[in-house]
């Protein structure tokens, strides 16, 4: 770099006697470099191959400074962003925060994380998600997950004048029609079906101590995460009624080793309510008491204060969701396979399902009965009337179906 000497002042030139402006540079090894000073005091540079990419750099900064982007905070990280995140984010709960951070840390902390925040673009949003989709094969749900948490990181990035605009906005929707990604709706049992879930329960030696869980929550619509936490003392018999007032969740705290059970309340206010006891449901109550006491069962946990719990295993402790959907999986395998042997080609068998889909199924029932939809809202303990009306359309969308079928056959014995 050369001196040139014009007036009172001076000029810099690089090698190739070009003006170099304030806070330009020209290294040895003939890149150059651009430093400033920031209001905080702090001395930042950034460095190209030639001066007029040197120059286009300083000039997106200065446009950054004009429209409030911290240009000072360049080497900030997506990862960064999502630790401050953590730190401010309110209104969730324990479980689900730590389910999130869970996720953050499997699938994006050690590649996608690692980005600078302010050079992230669509096209690297794209490029990630392709990379879950097709690379990690992940379904659809877990990538919508990441996606969640990435859309939350990348809006604070934005209100903190890190960035212009959210690079994530409407990625997932363009990778699921890229991919011809479609969210499968849950399947309710039909009546035949959930007949048959029953009667095996009822008849069945080595399952019937599973029929009381099952049919409760086939005739109550709880949440699996309720019916495990649901205590004795959560229940009156003589009036038949249920009071959801918590539920039971198994996870990471981040404080225990491992995940562990804990009491959170209900996940939004809507959630906390009273389901009215169908008679078998009661039955089904009664039915547990008497196995329990038959068998010299006692309930021997206490978790965050919470014990007396209704549904527990054989050592005493409380029902986990991935023990209650194991024992539906063996459940449906020998109940077919009880059925295949009878040699009726056109007998009914179970579809796989989960404990999730006897909720649905309830909400199934209730709504081919016709029962008022703000009831069925308030049983199941929706907080949004949508997620209501979205099960009541798909219901009786196929109940038209059905009834059309029989005026079909109806006319067809009249028109030739």
Not at 50 to 71: N, Y
Not at 106 to 133: C, E, H, P, Q
């Amino acid at each position: 770099m050369q001196t040139t000497k014009k007036g009172k002042g001076s000029r810099r030139l690089d090698k190739d006697r070009l003006t170099l402006r304030k806070g330009e540079t020209q290294r040895k090894d003939g890149t150059y470099d651009y430093r400033w000073t920031t209001a905080d005091g702090k001395r930042h540079s950034i460095y190209a191959k030639t001066l007029e990419e040197l120059r286009e750099r300083e000039a997106d900064i200065e446009v950054d400074k004009h429209d409030g982007i911290k240009t000072e905070i360049r080497r900030i990280t997506v990862n960064d962003i999502f630790d401050i995140w953590c730190d401010l984010k309110r209104g969730l709960k324990n479980n689900t925060l730590q389910n999130y951070k869970y996720m953050y840390n499997m699938f994006v902390r050690k590649s996608f994380g690692k980005m600078r925040i302010a050079t992230v673009k669509k096209s690297d949003v794209k490029r990630f998600y392709n990379t879950l989709a097709d690379g990690q094969i992940l379904k659809v749900s877990t990538i919508d997950t990441v996606h969640n948490i990435l859309h939350q990181i990348f809006n604070l990035a934005v209100d903190d004048g890190y960035l212009r605009m959210n690079p994530t906005d409407n990625m997932l929707k363009e990778l699921k029609q890229s991919h011809n990604f479609s969210v499968e709706k849950r399947k309710a049992l039909t009546i035949d079906e959930q007949r048959l879930f029953i009667e095996f329960l009822q008849q069945n030696v080595r399952y019937h101590h599973w029929y009381p869980v099952f049919a409760i929550m086939l005739g109550t619509g709880m949440r699996v995460g309720e019916i495990t936490g649901l205590r004795w003392c959560d229940i009156d018999l003589e009036e038949g009624m249920i009071n959801i007032n918590h539920t039971l969740v198994y996870y990471n705290d981040g404080i225990n080793k491992g995940c562990t059970f804990h009491i959170n309340s209900p996940k939004t206010k809507a959630g906390e309510r009273i389901i009215p006891m169908l008679d078998f449901v009661k039955e089904a109550f009664l039915l547990e008491q008497e196995y329990q006491k038959e068998a010299g069962l006692v309930c021997n946990a206490m978790i965050d204060c919470y014990t007396d719990f209704i549904f527990i295993n054989r050592f005493g402790y409380v029902q986990h969701q991935g023990t209650l959907n194991k024992a539906i999986k063996r459940i449906i395998r020998d109940c077919n396979d009880e059925v295949l042997l009878e040699g009726n080609p056109n007998a009914v068998l179970l579809p796989p399902f989960s404990c999730h889909s006897l909720r649905h199924t309830f909400t199934t029932r209730l709504c081919e009965a016709g029962i008022n939809v703000k009831v069925i809202q308030d049983v199941l303990g929706h907080k949004d009337i949508s997620t209501t009306m979205n099960i009541y359309a798909d219901v009786t969308k196929d109940m038209k179906q059905k009834e059309f079928g029989s005026v079909e056959e109806y006319f067809g014995k009249y028109i030739v």
